[in-house]
């Protein structure tokens, strides 16, 4: 009966470490095209370090300093790597008026003096004049009190398992492999070219994600899904706007655990792979 083959299908899938919220999402899994991946940390290690230091009107102890204290109440990977990298005591005290500017940085008050940290849309809000970087990596830009003090760049791995969960998604048919990140666009092209994905959306805030996906879903071939994947609180808004929203399991929110109908445990994104071939192999017998 139909029932049973579903619950076939999803034990399956469970015993594989893909958890499966209902029996209609292994039915539109079937039928996906289009996986649109958000970056960090589903098609990289989410695990940043900084690689660089670069002062304009400081020292660089003193500017890697700054940028400790200004990221210290920020969960962000970016903000843990600088956090890291400094590695001393934060003296909490010093830092008042902390507010994270989603998809952008952080700006807050470091003895008494403003300061504006996060990339150059952020930069540019503040009308601060900022280099355009031409370094591998994520650029971090410092302002304090409206002067440019330096950038840092920070580095995060692409996934060992991406490049080969690209390729099977595309021998499982899947037409059209997007990723859509917050971080500038060569960043962006260099993680793509190296993968494999098809089409790069980049320097999107939380907001132009849904937007992009929306356009994406419109411009669906009839008939044919549309799955996103991602792992971050700022997705959780495009896991429920896509026709099926997939989370990574073991590094994901619980926001975007919460919001997807289908969980990797394993954080690897060819487990997608696998899981559309359980859905296939579910529909035929059920057919
Ligand atoms: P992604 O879309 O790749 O998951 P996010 O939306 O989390 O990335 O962030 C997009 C960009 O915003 C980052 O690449 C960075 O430039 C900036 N940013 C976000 N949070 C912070 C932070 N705490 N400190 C500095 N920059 C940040
Ligand atoms: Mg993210």
Redesign the pocket.
């Known amino acids: 009966s139909i029932p049973l083959g579903l619950f076939a299908g999803i034990g399956g899938a469970s015993r594989q470490g893909i958890l499966v919220k209902g029996g209609n999402f292994l039915e539109i899994l079937k039928d996906v095209d289009t996986i649109v991946f958000?970056?960090?940390?589903?098609l990289?290690e989410g695990k940043f370090s900084v690689t660089r230091i670069q002062p304009v009107h400081a020292e660089a102890d003193a500017l890697l300093e700054l940028a400790a204290y200004?990221?210290a109440y920020?969960t962000?990977?970016?903000?843990r790597s600088?956090v890291a990298a400094y590695g001393k005591p934060i003296e909490n005290q010093k830092i008042r008026n902390y507010q994270?500017?989603?998809?952008?940085?952080?700006e807050v008050e470091v003895d008494g003096r403003r300061l504006a940290?996060?990339?150059a849309?952020?930069m540019q809000k503040h009308g601060i004049d900022c280099p355009s970087v031409d370094e591998i990596g994520?650029?971090?830009h410092v302002a304090q009190e409206g002067e440019y003090l330096g950038w840092l760049v920070?580095s995060d791995g692409i996934k060992k398992t991406s490049k080969a969960a690209i390729r099977q998604l595309k021998q499982a048919g899947i037409r059209n492999t997007v990723m859509?990140?917050?971080?500038?666009r060569s960043?962006?092209e260099a993680v793509a070219g190296q993968i494999g994905i098809d089409t790069v959306y980049a320097q999107?805030?939380?907001q132009d994600?849904v937007e992009q996906v929306e356009k994406l879903l419109a411009a669906q071939p009839e008939g044919k899904k549309l799955a996103f994947v991602?792992?971050?609180i700022?997705?959780a808004p495009v896991l429920a706007r896509a026709d099926l929203g997939v989370a990574m399991g073991g590094v994901g929110s619980d926001a975007a655990i919460e919001a997807a109908d289908i969980v990797l445990m394993k954080d690897d994104p060819a487990a997608l792979a696998t899981a559309i071939q359980i859905s296939r192999k579910t529909h035929a017998i059920l057919r």
Do not use: F, R
């Open positions: 958000d970056k960090t940390g589903t990289t200004g990221e920020s962000h990977p970016i903000a600088i994270e500017i989603s998809g952008q940085g952080v940290l996060g990339n849309k952020l994520t650029i971090i920070i859509l990140t917050g971080d500038n960043v962006a999107l805030l939380p994600k991602g792992d971050g700022n997705d």
